[in-house]
């Protein structure tokens, strides 16, 4: 097994693709000349040439549209947003269009792209280039939507994304492109809407994806030296389909359940989730679900102030006393 | 999901109301707006229509009962639901809700201590018991009255550990503790106490009874030397197997007996016939902490006096822990209370509705007795039986209690 960082890890995921199917091709602002805005792309022009290493001026609207376009007559695209922030100027395209194109069109035309690109409170972005996507794409039938945490799900899920006939939206995180980690060698795909268990532990079941899992998985070992209390941490990896059955076995098992987001907390993403537990397995739970999630404001430009508003280990170690009753 | 059926308001001002008659049954089909019961209201009698569509799965009331607004009164199951399926799984937890009680405390022969201060329960000013879903799954599977049990969580949530440490404390419970202890440490400021869903149940039977029947209490005094040599000569003989008959286990065995003669005494009453049982099963009344419970001893009279010990230990064991299950509970067709223990002379009890009778039983104690024209000394015990007149007249509840006299002055008699 290799170790590689995130970032090289998706460069590797588009660079096989690419070799494998000449239908896939790269295009969003600075791919090409600059290597992307965080060298996700690096020497993919080289190897692939203009035609399909593309540069695009800043209009999200109007390349996300030729991707749809593209992906409807049957190319496969990859659309890079230098951040997910920018997509909300395409959020038309991607919602009206690519998400329900198939639908409209009677399976007429399917939409076999791949959005995909940064995200997240970075480190002093301030409040608008610092959002968390997810829950206003999960909430799309249409969509798919993966968030993977760690270099191998990076590749492994590019890679199932990029086969994917339906259009995804694949949202990494800014501060992990740099994170090592060991990702298997040859052919590794992720398959699609399967969660990953990432500690096992029977006391209290931790929900989480992205960025959240490091905090998640330190206040794990934490709760296990501090409190005697077996965390089991689970990395959602992707957003929908969700893996409802992994999450509910889970927690018939530990009857308790946290839900780690970045996600603002009215209307983000543990809401929804919970809300599946809660249908499914109410009568299992000894304690109402708690999410840990973001502060409901702006986020700040400071640094300090950025950093109070994300999920930390003291805020998890905190709401799994919670629901323990400790 | 089945549609569970609450007593619904049918009249503005109605707090409850008495389910004076079904007009359905397990298995029936209904239609909504089909009539489901009629309701005796504070007001008037009125139908009470369906709003759902269903196969009857579970009625859990029974004709005559009072039911308090929104309580459940049936179990319907959907299109496509196995009616049987969703009356195994939702028709206990309708059981547990309408636990039986009766009369007066009667501690089992060993000496429960009834005077344990009351446990701090989750219960709010509303009534609700606050717990959590698993908590009160893990109560239901292990028969605990959720009510009963000391929340640790917040508000004074109840959650599974305390259902299972109150499950436990059941468990180890069984030696009393030390009254004088309680009274020592109990605060000398006044408390308020919420009612508890078994306290609940208890005020409403109580009143019940004493609103709705008139009862009639009839004593004898009974000499018991014989019965009191005769328990001597078997408890030796039974020493070995650790089984220590008591009194009390003679006055069981002696009512079961006494029923099977007067068979109007083993009876329910209802507003249009008395129902004479054929099972003759002697519910027996057990103090717990903050309340007291009926299990009912079936078939008692065709009962051993080894047997009747032994089956009634393990119903007072199970009653201790609120471990009851609901047919140990239910079917009941007498009751017998008994403060002996506490060396209380004579006492009546209330009755134990829709049964017509309930025994009060005393204390054995050496009393002096007129013998011819002689004063002698004699162990002597006496008992009073509540009786509804509506269903027992005088002359029957005396001939039931000469009966019941004779069998206990010469035990050997029960062997006819």
């Given at each position: 097994m290799a170790e590689l960082t995130y970032r090289v890890a998706l460069n590797q995921a588009m660079t096989e693709e690419m070799e494998r199917d000449d239908r896939v091709f790269l295009m969003g602002e600075e791919v090409a000349q600059y290597d992307g805005a965080y060298k996700v792309s690096q020497g993919m022009l080289k190897q692939f040439g203009e035609r399909r290493i593309i540069d695009a001026p800043i209009s999200e609207e109007g390349f996300a549209g030729i991707g749809i376009g593209a992906a409807m007559v049957g190319l496969r695209p990859i659309i890079e947003f230098m951040t997910f922030s920018f997509s909300l100027v395409a959020i038309d395209q991607i919602v009206n269009?690519?998400?329900n194109m198939r639908y409209m069109s009677g399976g007429q035309f399917a939409v076999p792209i791949v959005f995909r690109g940064s995200s997240g409170m970075?480190?002093?972005?301030?409040a608008t280039h610092s959002h968390r996507p997810e829950a206003w794409y999960a909430q799309i039938p249409g969509l798919t939507v993966l968030m993977p945490s760690t270099p191998a799900d990076a590749k492994g899920l590019l890679k199932a994304a990029i086969r994917s006939d339906d259009p995804v939206i694949f949202i990494e995180h800014?501060?992990?492109?740099g994170d090592k980690g060991e990702v298997p060698d040859g052919e590794h795909v992720v398959p699609i809407g399967k969660a990953d268990v990432k500690r096992a532990g029977g006391d209290v079941t931790l929900i989480t994806y992205s960025r959240s899992l490091k905090a998640t998985l330190a206040a794990a070992e934490k709760l296990a030296a501090d409190e005697g209390i077996d965390a089991e941490v689970i990395d959602l990896r992707s957003i929908r389909p969700l893996d409802l059955d992994t999450l509910l076995a889970s927690i018939l098992k530990t009857h308790r359940a946290v839900i780690v987001e970045e996600d603002w907390p009215y209307c983000g993403l543990g809401a929804g989730i919970a809300d599946r537990i809660n249908q499914r397995i109410f009568d299992e739970l000894d304690a109402p679900i708690r999410r840990v999630a973001s502060k409901d404001a702006p986020i700040p430009y400071n640094r300090r102030m950025e950093a109070s508003m994300l999920p930390n280990v003291d805020r998890v170690v905190a709401a799994v006393k919670d629901v323990c009753y400790r | 999901m089945p549609i569970e059926v609450t007593m619904p308001k049918l009249s503005p001002t109605m707090e409850s109301g008495v389910?004076?008659?079904?007009?359905v049954k397990v298995g029936d089909v209904v239609k909504e707006g089909d009539t489901l019961a009629d309701v005796e209201t504070d007001k008037a009698t009125m139908p009470m229509l369906s709003y759902d569509d269903g196969v009857?799965?579970?009625?859990d009331v029974a004709a005559g009962e009072a039911v308090a607004l929104g309580q459940r009164v049936l179990v319907l199951a959907k299109k496509g639901e196995d009616a049987q399926a969703v009356a195994s799984t939702l028709g206990k937890s309708a059981a547990k809700a309408a636990p039986a009680a009766a009369a007066s405390a009667a501690p089992a022969s060993n000496g429960q201590d009834a005077h344990a201060a009351p446990a701090v329960s989750?219960?709010?000013?509303?009534?609700r018991v606050r717990s959590s879903p698993l908590a009160r799954k893990v109560a239901s599977n292990a028969g605990v009255d959720i009510a009963q049990v000391p929340g640790s969580g917040p508000n004074g949530r109840v959650v599974r550990a305390d259902v299972e440490a109150f499950a436990q404390r059941g468990a180890a419970a069984a030696p009393s503790k030390p009254a004088a202890a309680a009274a020592v440490s109990a605060p000398r400021a006044g408390q308020r106490i919420p009612h508890t869903t078994m306290r609940k149940t208890i005020a409403r039977r109580m009143l019940e009874a004493k609103a709705t029947a008139p009862e009639i209490h009839v004593t004898v005094d009974i000499r018991v030397d014989e019965l009191v040599a005769v328990r001597e000569r078997l408890n030796k003989q039974l020493a070995a197997e650790k089984i220590k008959l008591s009194v009390g286990d003679f006055v069981t065995k002696a009512v079961a007996v006494a029923l099977r003669k007067h068979p109007g005494v083993n009876a329910s009453y209802e507003p249009d016939a008395i129902v004479l049982h054929g099972d003759v099963n002697v519910g027996i009344a057990v103090a717990l902490d903050g309340g007291l419970i009926v299990p009912v001893l079936r078939n008692a009279d065709q009962l051993g006096l080894r047997d009747i010990r032994v089956q009634s230990e393990t119903l007072y064991d199970a009653a201790r822990k609120m471990r009851l299950t609901p047919e140990q509970m239910m079917g009941g067709t007498f009751t017998i209370s008994n403060l002996g223990m506490f060396g209380v002379r004579q006492f009546d009890a209330i009755l134990n509705l829709p049964e017509v009778a309930i025994l009060a039983v005393g204390a054995a104690e050496r009393r002096p007795i007129v013998v011819g024209d002689a004063l002698v000394p004699a162990t002597m015990m006496s008992v009073t039986l509540t009786a509804d007149h509506r269903a027992v007249d005088g002359a029957l509840a005396a001939e039931f209690l000469r009966t019941l006299k004779g069998l206990l002055e010469e035990p050997a008699s029960m062997l006819l």
């Open positions: 269009n690519a998400a970075a480190g002093c972005l301030a800014e501060v992990l492109y | 389910l004076a008659q079904w007009m009857v799965a579970h009625l989750a219960v709010a000013a509303s009534g």
